[in-house]
């Protein structure tokens, strides 16, 4: 499969309105992905399965992830006055980095033999605007894996047909897969407790 | 009629019995088992159903598959808390004389996944267990295994007086509440008259 | 001995063994359950039985005639596999008489199917 960087010119040139951007995987399997912004992203996913060169016409994998809140500390050279005289000084700046909710989607080319794309999808915030758009028109296999990631994360998907709780029952309220989620206090004896349970433990 | 007239009169090739004992070598003879699976543990009970374990050297390899047929529920693997009510419900549907084996760790007490949100710490929660077996799963001899243990439970029940079992008292009931779906949890999460929490004593000595 | 009454006497020896046969295990069933185990009937349990979810409505439902006539047709290709299975695994083997014989039994089951088909018993009303 070609790389991304001309793929993302080819897209931006199919495309010119669509906001895509590649987010660099700097690990070892240094698989990267490409963000869509929501309100194009049918768009995007009808061009990456029809352009002949792609072809991806197999979504494999639908999962979410949770991203809380991070602050984090840079250091900054500003120019300011010091003792009367114009310096430049090292300034810690906080940065925060409000939390979101992400949606990542694998996609496969079965005509071409090539994949995986990783595509992914993130919502404006983690608490009332979590809405991306569904992929389920675009690739059927979709459907079920967008119901589990609302099941579990709470992400909601406009234009998925048939969005209801997957695994949990329906009277549910949480999303037990969010990085917040309080589990029901039923905690019972265990002989070796370790780890997240000895935590627990030590709470009963 | 005392044992050693019994035993006398089986040397002159007569046979006596008790209501009670032909009673209860009937129940034992043919537990016949409730069909159905809930993980990986139901494969060991299928392969303890076949050729090579044969549980039908113990009368029990007619696997009904309606609970109106059946005496035995095998809780065969990890019960969710979105399958228990139905678990629960099937147990209800079978008639009495009804027993219980709950097989693997995950039917025990939730196993691998017991602090997981979304299983339940044991079937014994909500419906009385008569044997339990440990394993990860267990292997079809140990079902075997349960299973003569329950029959000599059965054997050992008596038919009448204060210990008799459940399904012969009039006054205790043969079904158990079903918990429902809770916007949490299951409510109730256990079932007060069937199990209890285990009391543990912390001491600071060792 | 009056052969013949004797014979017919026989008959109602044995129709009366036969009920007696049937009756009997039921009344000491039904003596049992009074003076040792107590029947114990309720909701949950006389619910029909819906593999453990709450059933809905009557266990007794009524079908649709269509369905029969669904089964009808099904049974038509339900008998042809049958037939045309051990006809596949001689095929090279049969004459040409015998398989101009399968093919007009075959086309017996598609004229009926196609009978079938334009009474409108495919159309699910």
């Keep these: 499969m070609e790389a991304l960087d001309p793929l993302l010119t080819r897209l931006r040139a199919a495309l010119p309105e669509a906001q895509v951007a590649i987010e660099l995987n700097p690990a070892v399997p240094a698989q990267s992905s490409l963000v869509v912004d929501r309100d194009q992203a049918v768009t995007v996913a009808r061009w990456l399965r029809d352009d002949p060169q792609l072809r991806l016409d197999y979504c494999s994998n639908v999962t979410g992830v949770d991203w809380l809140e991070t602050t984090s500390t840079e250091k900054v050279r500003v120019r300011r006055v010091v003792d009367g005289a114009e310096q430049e000084v090292e300034e810690s700046v906080e940065r925060r980095q409000p939390g979101y909710l992400e949606v990542v989607y694998h996609l496969y080319s079965m005509a071409l033999g090539h994949g995986p794309l990783v595509l992914r999808q993130r919502t404006r915030n983690r608490v009332d605007d979590t809405r991306v758009a569904s992929l389920t028109p675009v690739w059927r296999s979709a459907e079920f894996q967008e119901r589990e990631v609302f099941d579990l994360f709470g992400v909601r998907f406009a234009g998925h047909p048939d969005l209801r709780r997957i695994l949990m029952w329906e009277e549910f309220e949480d999303y037990p897969m969010r990085k917040d989620y309080v589990e029901p206090d039923d905690y019972e004896h265990e002989p070796t407790p370790h780890d997240a349970v000895l935590v627990k433990a030590r709470r009963h | ?206 | 001995m009056g052969g013949t009454d004797q014979s017919y006497l026989f008959l109602l020896v044995m129709g009366v063994v036969a009920v007696l046969f049937c009756l009997t295990p039921l009344a000491l069933a039904r003596v049992w359950a009074l003076l040792v185990s107590p029947a114990k009937p309720g909701d949950e349990k006389n619910a029909p039985y819906e593999c453990g979810i709450r059933s809905v409505g009557e266990a007794r439902v009524q079908f649709h005639s269509g369905y029969y006539l669904y089964g009808l047709v099904f049974l038509v290709f339900d008998v042809e596999a049958l037939f045309l299975l051990p006809f596949a695994v001689a095929y090279t083997s049969l004459p040409v008489g015998a398989v101009v014989a399968m093919l007009i039994f075959l086309l017996l089951l598609v004229e009926g199917l196609v009978w079938a088909w334009r009474k409108g018993v495919l159309h699910w009303q």
């Design chain 2, 1 to 206: 009629m005392d044992e050693g007239l019994r035993n006398e009169l089986s040397k002159q090739g007569v046979f006596t019995t008790t209501l009670q004992e032909l009673y209860n070598w009937g129940r034992r003879s043919s537990v016949w088992p409730l069909n159905f699976g809930l993980a990986c543990c139901a494969i060991e009970m299928i392969a303890a159903s076949m050729a090579r374990f044969d549980i039908a050297r113990f009368g029990a390899e007619v696997f009904r598959p309606s609970p109106r047929q059946a005496d035995l529920m095998i809780v065969a693997g990890t019960v969710t808390k979105k399958m228990a009510p139905l678990v629960v419900r099937l147990f209800n549907q079978m008639p009495e004389p009804k027993y219980v084996i709950a097989m693997g760790a995950c039917a025990i007490s939730g196993g691998p996944f017991k602090q997981g949100y979304n299983v339940l710490k044991g079937i014994d929660r909500y419906v009385p267990v008569d044997i339990h077996i440990p394993g990860c799963p267990p292997r079809p001899e140990a079902l075997l295994h349960a299973l003569l243990k329950l029959q000599e439970k059965i054997a050992a029940q008596p038919l009448t007086g204060e210990h008799r079992p459940r399904h012969l008292s009039p006054d205790v009931p043969g079904e158990f509440p079903v918990p429902a779906y809770g916007p949490y949890d299951l409510q109730p999460a256990k079932n007060d008259d069937v199990w209890r929490p285990a009391l543990v004593v912390r001491t600071d000595a060792g």
